[in-house]
């Protein structure tokens, strides 16, 4: 899954895409690297806080643009997005997928608008804040339980569900790669897995690095993540994903 942010203030690469040009022909280009989905958000999730909330109009008005040409490459879209409203008028215009960083418990409206159009969600486990104290594997196993009541009685079929433990969304970093080493905790729901680890901060307390230094942490903890059982990788460097995916897999083939 390649990352298109179409924001101010992405921690990593905000302010790179705001101009649709930009937008769409950094879409253009993760298509080409190979990109199997790509992920288009106008909402800085900002894991670590911060972040800037974006009311609905400017969120539509950012995507606005972009939204139409970038369905139009043929890989299918996700929309990354907390607001039902949002989704449904990116699912009309040809979005494939809902991406929720609040796994359908923000907005109460959106696990009826992701069931009415049959779309594939990503259930993403958050929170408000972390805590250093709890059990995050429980805290993530509880939250997407959760989630799973809210979708099965909106009617979302579990074979349209990813689960996503949420790297750096209300984790310490110790948490994060926690989740990580422990994925396969989550392995008991038998959905797919998605996991998002790109320049994320947890790579900076392992190797100190500013967030467009993070590649080789970036793919070493995507690498450690497909080996622990994610179907899906979310990053923004999608050509050296492609080539240290095919390779691991490569060499997991000939053992
Ligand atoms: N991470 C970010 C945003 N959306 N969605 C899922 N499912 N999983 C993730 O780990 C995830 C996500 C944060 O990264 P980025 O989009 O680069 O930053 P920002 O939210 O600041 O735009």
New binding site residues.
């Given amino acids: 899954m390649g990352?298109v942010?179409v924001?101010p203030?992405?921690?990593?690469?905000?302010g790179r895409f705001l101009d649709p040009k930009a937008a769409i022909a950094q879409a253009e280009s993760l298509a080409g690297e190979g990109a199997d989905i790509l992920?288009i958000?106008a909402e800085?999730?900002?894991?670590y806080g911060g972040?800037m909330p974006v009311s609905l109009a400017e969120e539509r008005q950012r995507l606005d643009p972009v939204l139409r040409p970038v369905v139009a490459l043929g890989v299918p879209v996700s929309i990354?997005t907390i607001k039902a409203e949002v989704a449904a008028w990116a699912l009309e215009a040809g979005a494939a997928i809902v991406?929720d960083?609040w796994g359908l418990q923000r907005d109460p409206d959106m696990a009826r608008v992701v069931a009415a159009h049959g779309a594939p969600i990503?259930i993403?486990h958050n929170r408000d804040a972390a805590d250093p104290a709890i059990d995050i594997i429980r805290d993530v196993t509880e939250f997407f339980s959760r989630s799973l009541e809210i979708a099965w009685s909106a009617g979302i079929h579990r074979h349209r569900i990813v689960l996503?433990p949420?790297?750096?969304f209300g984790k310490t970093p110790e948490q994060s790669i926690a989740c990580i080493a422990r994925l396969h905790a989550f392995a008991a729901f038998g959905l797919p897995l998605?996991v998002?680890a790109?320049?994320k901060r947890f790579i900076n307390t392992i190797t100190p690095s500013e967030p467009m230094q993070r590649l080789g942490g970036s793919l070493a903890a995507h690498l450690l993540a497909v080996e622990h059982g994610a179907a899906i990788v979310?990053a923004?460097d999608v050509a050296p994903t492609v080539q240290a995916l095919a390779v691991a897999a490569a060499i997991r083939r000939a053992r």
Avoid: K, Q, W
Wanted: glycine residues 16%; charged residues 25%; aromatic residues 4%.
């Fill in positions: 990352v942010n924001t203030d992405s921690f990593s690469d905000g992920d958000g800085s999730t900002r894991p972040a990354d991406n960083v990503v993403m996503d949420g790297i750096g998605l998002g790109s320049r979310r923004h």
